[in-house]
């Protein structure tokens, strides 16, 4: 997209806008007055601005824990993806990268355990990877334009103010802007309300925005998170490809050459056992990796997927052991079934990899409740809190919404982040969700209104763990057990195509019908039954709003930031730089107290947002 | 991974970008521990932390002399970090074309000419006539890994104007939905952004056709690609804004609003409730086409993967240079080269130019190129003795002699200090002795100076070679060698034994070196008469990291070999030692030589 252009076109085309689009005064008595006002905004938003007016569209720069989306406002694509790989880490003037840091940390910006965190390498890395976005891709002097930065919901203050004094002692762009992230992926969508689900890297997390509002506070911010995302699905590919890459390699041989084990994980080198050595082997994360992104798919429950695609061979080839293994294509839909709609992923077992525990993403910024991150004794087949799947997370947060805000996300998903380019998963997301709505109504049982007083009373943050944990309605434990009719299937890992709707028991070779009600119907039939035993209460409301599912697309996070960029919208939470680094070198966070409080800035802080405008998303 | 390689520490890591969160103070001190966050500082007898060069964040610090700049006025390194650059102008690698920065503001970052590089494996295409006699149709072919433009069915009539031919035959097509490839997969209909921005100038200006200068409308639930969608949603936003700052005009008070597009609160649209259960306008608060996720489009991608099978998807590699990151093969669009630019850089703390460039394409000379090889002395290090080992398979718990010659670059002579931990900072430390830490090096005065001073005393050998034997001791506390403007110390060092299964980061040693020089410099030598005479003392201090070889495994026959290396030099010459002497010096001078080039 051509600024010129762009220039050209915004400033003909809101002095004759079409019929169909505008709903004012007519086009004659409104151009002037627009063309004025035009000018004010531009001066009162865009401080920088100059006078001639030539309006410079600010960069959006997406700072992920993979990738960092780089480009200019306006335009349709960010001008570059990089990576945070291992090629980042290497040191000037080195071919190769001897530290195998996708063993001991992962290559990722930042890593899941924000305590652990060396914050200044992450300030290193980047700097590194904006320059080279500066220099190869944007080229530009990066003190002339803006930034606008999309925040997801909860991002911890202190890596938000490490980010951004490394771009403003680095790059020195004349401000920066905070955006949140839901909010840019409504936008990108066309909408103004949305259930964003990010199916991130660490974590999915689970934003609905109201109005263009995100809703974080009151627990939303804790029920919307879950494990279940993409570094839970490459530990299900790992898990899936080990027994045959083990074959592959000789299952009796001494673990192999150094070639082999060098990048692949850790082997223990006392032991002289040769079936613990052999039970340390593990494929290449990178190759796993590969494979993943480009042959993982999703099995989607209404449209059956042609048999000769079920059976079809796929030989996935895993270059840094120079061997390959040969799978059915159905097994290729296994990792995200179980990674996003297994009950719980606790039982991973001997084929995880990867050595760290898991702690979800700055679990201690939410509330100051360290339980959070510690596994807990949750009796079997009941999920951690945050090891709930896909769709009983989009229930769990759409049930603490308010009815307004439910009815209007209900059919507004939004998918984003890494994990939502599987195909098929969002529309199976979807399918069980619809099941899960269907079967459960939006219906609060006692207990769960009496845990939700509790914490409307309590303001604590500290209390949301607990509630996740305990106060789950024993009509929704009814119907989780129904779902998940599972336990004697574990065995044999590879039989649980869908273990989530047994009472269908569906085979890959099934004609399912095509209509998803069909389905719903069946489940729906069975599980009223079983509630049956408990008063199935339904609010009248629930039953006015009993909606169907959709999930609309969107463009992304970083082309909501372009769009919004493009019309010099930049929000209120704009950074400037003497005042951000006078801030920070007195010991404060730079970040302006507005940004943390008002709904439009990034709510960093959960304790900050329970009140004002929060209220409209929380029953 | 070769050896041995010297890098340099830029003191601006010493400065963080912030300070550490939560303490206040100068964090402009010294602070060396920053670097070792990954592992405890090791801290010197006397109380100093040193630098780490295991640390991972060193790997950010450390750059080889050739990359660095000088700031005279800060008197201070500068690396690739701590400068600030400024386009001086853009030009087409591939056909070395100077694009002037107005294009570039307009057109975007790659070449507009024909010059475009392979999807698959990112190098350049040339266009390739299939007919007989070199006539249409042609190709771009990929000479590296045979790619062509016939794989995605793009044949072009002419081998020129390759940008606007690739944009025609990329256009979605009329339905906007996509066009079925052969696999049964979704070609994403590119938009002409995509390809090169030059070409977004004819789709917007096309659509800029329409009479009423927005886009036409659209049917119900109609499907857009994402281009088109992307337009859309463009115009929408614009429409909303305008109407937004055109109600802020009318109530002032309500500016708020513009911060978001957002409407609470205002009188003439009405709350969400109310528009939830009415269908939504276009120009209202919603765009009107969302597009709803398909469960077909779902099956179709399942279908096309498996069906493409691993080799015919994309890596991720390749995915991430396309925009409309596809997943398949046959999804791959040619690029057009990306520009690369001149670049002027100053110095980020006085905004100093260091480098300045010519701004033609052709030309590599600078106007300005302050570098620190011309300020900084330069660490060159051999073996002593290089026949007793390799690089590659230092043999533990052996001692090993190395030859440090530090160079000095400038006109007057230094004093130079060099200082290491007594053990390397890594995992397992080797020890390290520094015979000679402190010592002189002569000025970079004329080489002719010496050449001609050598030649009266002794005719038969110039240079430096020719000096007195006598002056060579491996004795710790006296230098080594020394000549016109160099000195070389014998530094000692002996690698521990490791452990099996050891990480090859921890197998390499790395020496940790602070250098200090200091010298007495004429105060400004522009003055003239009056400011003759008058000198004054700078120094230059900077930590260097030098990687002296790889740790092998002991020697499997049987116990250590004695390898005195050590020994033997202590006490004095070995015969060894004395013949290798001699092909060591040339090999450093030689080292010494290419560096200061
Ligand atoms: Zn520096
Ligand atoms: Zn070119
Ligand atoms: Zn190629
Ligand atoms: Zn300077």
């Given at each position: 997209?051509?600024t010129?252009?762009?220039?050209?076109?915004?400033?003909l085309?809101?002095?004759?806008?079409t019929?169909t689009?505008y709903?004012?005064?007519?086009?004659?008595?409104?151009?002037?007055?627009?063309?004025?006002?035009?000018?004010?905004?531009?001066?009162?938003?865009?401080?920088?601005?100059?006078s001639?007016g030539?309006a410079?569209?600010?960069?959006v720069?997406?700072?992920?824990?993979?990738?960092?989306r780089?480009?200019?406002?306006?335009?349709?694509?960010?001008?570059?993806?990089l990576?945070?790989?291992?090629?980042?880490?290497k040191?000037c003037?080195?071919?190769?990268?001897?530290?195998?840091i996708?063993?001991?940390?992962?290559t990722?910006?930042?890593?899941?355990?924000?305590?652990g965190?060396?914050i200044?390498?992450?300030?290193?890395?980047?700097?590194?990877?904006?320059?080279?976005a500066?220099?190869?891709y944007?080229?530009?002097?990066?003190?002339?334009?803006k930034?606008?930065?999309?925040?997801?919901?909860?991002?911890p203050t202190?890596?938000?103010?490490s980010?951004?004094?490394?771009?403003?002692?680095?790059?020195q762009?004349?401000?920066?802007?905070?955006?949140?992230?839901?909010?840019?992926?409504?936008?990108?969508?066309?909408?103004?309300c949305?259930?964003?689900?990010?199916i991130?890297?660490?974590?999915?997390v689970?934003?609905?925005?109201?109005d263009?509002?995100?809703?974080?506070?009151?627990?939303?911010?804790?029920?919307?998170?879950?494990?279940?995302?993409v570094?839970?699905?490459?530990?299900?590919?790992?898990?899936?490809?080990?027994?045959?890459?083990?074959?592959?390699?000789?299952v009796?041989?001494?673990?192999?050459?150094?070639?082999?084990?060098r990048?692949?994980?850790?082997?223990?080198?006392?032991?002289?056992?040769?079936?613990e050595?052999?039970?340390?082997?593990?494929?290449?994360?990178n190759d796993?990796?590969?494979?993943?992104?480009?042959?993982g798919?999703?099995?989607?429950?209404?449209?059956?997927?042609?048999?000769?695609?079920?059976?079809?061979?796929?030989?996935?080839?895993?270059?840094?052991?120079?061997t390959?293994?040969t799978?059915?294509?159905?097994?290729?839909a296994?990792p995200?079934?179980?990674?996003?709609?297994?009950?719980?992923?606790?039982?991973?077992?001997?084929?995880?990899p990867?050595?760290?525990?898991?702690?979800p993403?700055?679990s201690?910024?939410?509330?100051g409740?360290?339980?959070?991150t510690?596994?807990?004794s949750?009796?079997?087949g009941?999920?951690?809190?945050?090891?709930?799947?896909l769709?009983r997370?989009?229930?769990?947060v759409?049930?603490?919404?308010?009815?307004?805000?439910?009815?209007?996300?209900?059919?507004?998903?939004v998918f984003?982040?890494g994990?939502?380019?599987?195909?098929?998963?969002?529309?199976?997301?979807?399918?069980?969700?619809?099941?899960?709505?269907?079967?459960?109504?939006?219906?609060?049982?006692?207990?769960?209104?009496?845990?939700?007083?509790?914490?409307?009373?309590?303001?604590?943050?500290?209390i949301?763990?607990?509630?996740?944990?305990?106060?789950?309605?024993?009509?929704?434990?009814?119907?989780e057990?129904?779902?998940?009719?599972?336990?004697?299937?574990e065995?044999?890992?590879?039989?649980?195509?869908?273990?989530?709707?047994?009472p269908?028991?569906?085979?890959?070779?099934?004609t399912f019908?095509?209509?998803?009600?069909?389905?719903?119907?069946?489940?729906?039939s069975?599980?009223?039954?079983?509630?049956?035993?408990?008063?199935?209460?339904?609010?009248k409301?629930?039953?006015?709003?009993?909606?169907?599912?959709?999930?609309?697309?969107?463009?992304?996070?970083?082309?909501?930031?372009?769009?919004?960029?493009g019309?010099?919208?930049?929000?209120n939470?704009?950074?400037?730089?003497?005042?951000?680094l006078?801030?920070?070198a007195a010991?404060?966070?730079?970040?302006p107290?507005?940004?943390?409080q008002?709904?439009?800035?990034?709510?960093?802080?959960?304790?900050?947002?329970?009140?004002?405008a929060?209220?409209?998303?929380?029953? | 991974?070769?050896?041995?390689?010297?890098?340099?520490s830029?003191?601006?890591?010493d400065?963080?970008?912030?300070?550490?969160?939560?303490?206040?103070?100068?964090h402009?001190?010294?602070?060396h521990?920053?670097?070792?966050?990954?592992?405890?500082?090791?801290?010197?007898?006397?109380?100093?932390?040193?630098?780490?060069?295991?640390?991972?964040?060193?790997?950010?610090?450390?750059?080889?002399?050739?990359?660095?700049?000088?700031?005279?006025?800060?008197?201070?390194?500068?690396?690739?970090?701590?400068?600030?650059?400024?386009?001086v102008?853009?030009f087409?690698?591939?056909?070395?074309?100077?694009?002037?920065?107005t294009?570039?503001?307009?057109?975007?970052?790659?070449?507009t000419?024909?010059?475009?590089?392979?999807?698959?494996?990112?190098?350049?295409?040339?266009?390739?006539?299939?007919?007989?006699?070199?006539?249409?149709?042609y190709?771009?072919l990929?000479?590296?890994?045979?790619w062509s433009?016939?794989?995605?069915?793009?044949?072009?009539?002419?081998?020129?104007?390759?940008?606007?031919?690739?944009?025609?035959?990329?256009?979605p097509s009329?339905?906007?939905?996509?066009?079925?490839?052969?696999?049964?997969?979704?070609?994403?209909?590119?938009?002409?952004?995509?390809?090169?921005?030059a070409?977004?100038?004819?789709?917007?200006?096309?659509?800029?056709?329409?009479?009423?200068?927005?886009?036409?409308?659209l049917?119900?639930?109609?499907?857009?690609?994402?281009?088109?969608?992307?337009?859309?949603?463009?115009?929408?936003?614009?429409l909303?804004k305008?109407e937004?700052?055109?109600?802020?005009?009318?109530h002032?008070?309500?500016?708020?609003?513009?911060?978001?597009?957002?409407?609470?609160?205002?009188?003439?649209?009405?709350?969400?409730?109310?528009?939830m259960?009415?269908?939504?306008?276009?120009?209202?608060?919603?765009?009107?086409?969302?597009?709803?996720?398909n469960?077909?489009?779902?099956?179709?991608a399942?279908?096309a993967?498996?069906?493409?099978?691993?080799?015919g998807?994309?890596?991720l590699?390749?995915?991430?240079?396309?925009?409309?990151?596809?997943?398949?093969?046959?999804?791959?669009?040619?690029l057009?080269?990306?520009?690369?630019?001149?670049?002027s850089?100053r110095?980020?703390?006085?905004?100093h130019?260091?480098?300045?460039?010519?701004s033609?394409?052709g030309?590599?000379?600078?106007?300005?190129?302050?570098?620190?090889?011309?300020?900084?002395?330069?660490?060159?290090?051999?073996?002593?003795?290089?026949?007793?080992f390799?690089?590659?398979n230092?043999?533990?718990?052996?001692?090993?002699?190395?030859?440090?010659t530090?160079?000095?670059?400038l006109?007057?002579?230094?004093?130079?200090?060099?200082?290491?931990?007594?053990?390397?900072?890594g995992?397992?430390?080797?020890?390290?002795?520094?015979?000679?830490?402190?010592?002189?090096?002569?000025?970079?005065?004329d080489?002719?100076?010496?050449?001609?001073?050598?030649?009266?005393?002794?005719?038969s050998?110039?240079?430096?070679?020719?000096?007195?034997?006598?002056?060579?001791?491996?004795?710790?506390?006296?230098?080594?060698?020394?000549?016109?403007n160099?000195?070389?110390?014998?530094?000692?060092?002996?690698?521990?034994?490791?452990?099996?299964?050891?990480?090859?980061?921890?197998?390499?040693?790395?020496?940790?070196?602070?250098?200090?020089?200091?010298?007495d410099?004429?105060?400004?030598?522009?003055?003239?008469?009056?400011?003759k005479?008058?000198?004054?003392?700078?120094?230059?201090?900077?930590?260097?990291?030098?990687d002296v070889?790889?740790?092998?495994?002991?020697?499997?026959?049987?116990p250590?070999r004695?390898?005195?290396?050590?020994?033997?030099?202590?006490?004095?010459?070995?015969?060894?030692?004395?013949?290798?002497e001699?092909r060591?010096?040339?090999?450093?001078?030689?080292?010494?030589?290419s560096s200061?080039?």
């Amino acid at each position: 997209m051509s600024t010129t252009d762009t220039r050209d076109r915004s400033s003909l085309n809101p002095s004759t806008p079409t019929p169909t689009t505008y709903h004012g005064a007519p086009p004659s008595i409104r151009a002037p007055s627009l063309s004025s006002s035009a000018n004010a905004t531009s001066l009162r938003y865009t401080s920088g601005l100059s006078s001639h007016g030539i309006a410079e569209d600010p960069l959006v720069l997406e700072i992920g824990t993979k990738f960092l989306r780089a480009g200019l406002a306006n335009q349709e694509h960010p001008r570059c993806v990089l990576a945070w790989d291992k090629r980042m880490f290497k040191r000037c003037g080195d071919r190769a990268l001897l530290d195998d840091i996708v063993k001991r940390r992962g290559t990722e910006l930042w890593t899941a355990d924000m305590r652990g965190l060396d914050i200044g390498l992450v300030e290193d890395l980047l700097e590194r990877g904006v320059r080279e976005a500066y220099h190869k891709y944007l080229l530009i002097d990066s003190k002339t334009k803006k930034l606008i930065i999309p925040v997801p919901p909860l991002f911890p203050t202190k890596l938000l103010t490490s980010i951004i004094a490394t771009l403003f002692s680095h790059f020195q762009p004349p401000s920066i802007a905070l955006l949140p992230s839901p909010v840019l992926a409504t936008v990108a969508a066309g909408l103004r309300c949305a259930l964003v689900v990010d199916i991130g890297w660490y974590e999915t997390v689970v934003t609905p925005v109201y109005d263009l509002r995100p809703i974080e506070g009151r627990g939303i911010g804790v029920y919307g998170r879950s494990k279940r995302a993409v570094q839970c699905l490459r530990k299900q590919w790992v898990r899936l490809l080990t027994p045959h890459y083990r074959r592959a390699m000789g299952v009796n041989t001494a673990p192999s050459s150094s070639s082999t084990s060098r990048d692949t994980l850790p082997i223990d080198p006392d032991s002289d056992d040769e079936s613990e050595k052999v039970s340390k082997i593990f494929p290449n994360l990178n190759d796993v990796s590969e494979a993943m992104e480009r042959l993982g798919w999703c099995r989607p429950l209404s449209t059956p997927l042609p048999a000769e695609h079920t059976y079809r061979l796929t030989k996935i080839p895993l270059p840094s052991s120079g061997t390959s293994i040969t799978l059915p294509f159905s097994d290729l839909a296994l990792p995200a079934e179980r990674a996003f709609f297994a009950p719980t992923t606790e039982d991973v077992g001997p084929g995880d990899p990867v050595q760290r525990p898991f702690s979800p993403l700055f679990s201690h910024d939410s509330g100051g409740a360290p339980t959070n991150t510690i596994p807990t004794s949750a009796p079997e087949g009941y999920p951690d809190d945050d090891d709930f799947p896909l769709p009983r997370l989009l229930y769990n947060v759409l049930m603490r919404c308010t009815v307004e805000v439910r009815a209007a996300c209900l059919k507004r998903i939004v998918f984003i982040g890494g994990g939502s380019r599987i195909p098929g998963l969002q529309t199976r997301t979807l399918e069980e969700l619809q099941v899960l709505v269907d079967t459960l109504k939006w219906d609060v049982s006692p207990e769960a209104r009496l845990e939700k007083t509790k914490t409307v009373v309590s303001e604590s943050g500290a209390i949301h763990s607990e509630i996740e944990r305990e106060g789950f309605p024993q009509t929704r434990d009814e119907g989780e057990s129904q779902f998940s009719a599972h336990e004697s299937e574990e065995e044999q890992p590879y039989d649980w195509h869908i273990h989530g709707i047994s009472p269908l028991s569906i085979s890959p070779r099934s004609t399912f019908p095509r209509s998803a009600s069909l389905n719903h119907r069946g489940l729906h039939s069975s599980s009223d039954k079983n509630n049956g035993t408990q008063p199935a209460r339904e609010s009248k409301k629930s039953k006015e709003i009993y909606g169907e599912a959709k999930a609309v697309k969107s463009l992304g996070v970083w082309v909501g930031g372009s769009l919004l960029g493009g019309q010099r919208i930049q929000g209120n939470a704009v950074i400037e730089r003497e005042k951000f680094l006078k801030e920070v070198a007195a010991g404060g966070t730079g970040i302006p107290s507005h940004a943390l409080q008002n709904d439009i800035g990034p709510s960093l802080n959960q304790k900050k947002t329970g009140d004002g405008a929060h209220k409209i998303g929380i029953r | 991974m070769s050896f041995p390689t010297i890098h340099i520490s830029c003191p601006c890591s010493d400065t963080p970008s912030i300070a550490r969160h939560g303490s206040s103070g100068s964090h402009l001190a010294k602070d060396h521990s920053d670097l070792n966050a990954d592992d405890p500082a090791e801290v010197d007898d006397d109380g100093q932390s040193n630098f780490n060069p295991y640390s991972r964040r060193a790997n950010f610090s450390l750059y080889p002399l050739n990359r660095l700049l000088f700031c005279e006025d800060c008197n201070q390194i500068r690396c690739p970090r701590c400068i600030l650059d400024e386009i001086v102008s853009y030009f087409c690698p591939n056909c070395l074309f100077e694009v002037p920065n107005t294009t570039v503001k307009s057109e975007g970052n790659r070449c507009t000419r024909n010059c475009y590089s392979c999807p698959v494996c990112l190098a350049v295409l040339s266009v390739t006539a299939l007919g007989d006699e070199g006539t249409a149709p042609y190709i771009l072919l990929c000479n590296h890994c045979l790619w062509s433009s016939s794989d995605i069915g793009i044949e072009l009539d002419k081998p020129t104007s390759i940008t606007a031919q690739l944009a025609e035959k990329l256009k979605p097509s009329a339905s906007s939905t996509g066009v079925s490839t052969p696999t049964g997969g979704k070609i994403y209909t590119v938009p002409d952004t995509l390809i090169t921005p030059a070409i977004s100038g004819l789709a917007t200006s096309s659509s800029s056709y329409y009479p009423s200068r927005t886009l036409p409308p659209l049917p119900e639930g109609a499907e857009l690609s994402p281009g088109e969608f992307f337009t859309r949603l463009q115009e929408f936003y614009k429409l909303l804004k305008s109407e937004a700052s055109d109600n802020e005009d009318r109530h002032p008070n309500s500016s708020r609003l513009m911060d978001m597009l957002s409407t609470t609160g205002t009188s003439h649209l009405r709350p969400y409730n109310q528009r939830m259960s009415e269908k939504p306008k276009p120009g209202w608060a919603e765009y009107g086409h969302n597009q709803s996720v398909n469960p077909d489009d779902d099956l179709n991608a399942i279908t096309a993967i498996s069906s493409s099978g691993f080799s015919g998807t994309t890596s991720l590699r390749q995915r991430l240079t396309q925009p409309h990151c596809p997943s398949l093969l046959s999804e791959l669009v040619p690029l057009a080269a990306l520009l690369r630019t001149k670049r002027s850089k100053r110095c980020r703390t006085c905004r100093h130019i260091l480098y300045k460039p010519e701004s033609k394409v052709g030309s590599i000379r600078c106007r300005i190129r302050l570098v620190a090889m011309n300020y900084i002395p330069t660490l060159n290090i051999t073996r002593f003795d290089p026949s007793a080992f390799n690089y590659h398979n230092l043999i533990p718990l052996a001692t090993h002699q190395f030859l440090l010659t530090v160079t000095n670059p400038l006109y007057d002579p230094i004093s130079v200090h060099l200082a290491t931990p007594r053990h390397t900072p890594g995992k397992y430390p080797s020890n390290i002795t520094i015979y000679c830490p402190e010592f002189e090096v002569g000025a970079n005065t004329d080489v002719w100076d010496e050449a001609l001073a050598s030649a009266s005393g002794n005719p038969s050998s110039g240079g430096h070679r020719a000096k007195p034997r006598d002056k060579k001791s491996a004795v710790p506390g006296q230098i080594w060698d020394r000549g016109r403007n160099w000195t070389s110390v014998i530094i000692e060092i002996v690698p521990p034994a490791l452990p099996e299964g050891v990480d090859d980061k921890d197998k390499i040693v790395k020496v940790p070196v602070f250098v200090r020089s200091e010298f007495d410099t004429e105060v400004d030598r522009d003055v003239g008469e009056i400011g003759k005479g008058v000198k004054e003392r700078r120094e230059y201090a900077f930590w260097s990291s030098i990687d002296v070889g790889r740790i092998g495994k002991k020697d499997q026959d049987g116990p250590q070999r004695p390898q005195s290396l050590g020994g033997a030099s202590v006490g004095g010459l070995g015969e060894r030692e004395r013949r290798s002497e001699g092909r060591d010096r040339r090999e450093s001078e030689r080292m010494k030589r290419s560096s200061v080039r």
